[in-house]
């Protein structure tokens, strides 16, 4: 069965920085295209950023300018770089992907976030 596990999630300052990673557990699938999405206690999943299989990126307005949405060369991890963090950044982060052969959406099973003031 084919998993997305996030890492790099944790306890930072305001003003730090954290970077998540997302990959298929197990298995040599690419990533064509996915996305980071967060939510927070109380609050509905948001869109946090998105590539596409072209390589467009898009971002939340609240985080645009301090966090980059990438993929590594050999398209089987996406990254989530988050800088310049604030306190209203805390949450529970997850990823999805679509992966090549299965042309599949799958979800990741969330990697908590935690910015203190």
């Known amino acids: 069965q084919v998993q997305l596990v996030e890492s790099g999630g944790g306890l930072v300052q305001a003003g730090g920085s954290l970077r998540l990673s997302c990959a298929p557990s197990?298995?040599?699938?690419?990533?064509?295209?996915g996305g980071w999405y967060r939510q927070a206690p109380g609050k509905q999943r948001e869109l946090v950023a998105t590539?596409?299989?072209?390589?467009?990126?898009n971002y939340a307005d609240s985080v645009r300018g301090r966090f980059a949405i990438s993929r590594d060369n050999a398209k089987k991890t996406l990254y989530l770089q988050m800088d310049s963090l604030k306190p209203e950044d805390t949450a529970v982060y997850y990823c999805?992907?679509?992966?090549?052969?299965?042309?599949?959406?799958?979800w990741g099973q969330g990697t908590q976030v935690t910015v203190s003031s």
């Open positions: 590539v596409t299989s072209g390589g467009s990126t």
């Open positions: 999805n992907a679509v992966l090549v052969p299965t042309e599949t959406l799958y």
């Open positions: 197990g298995i040599t699938f690419r990533i064509v295209a």
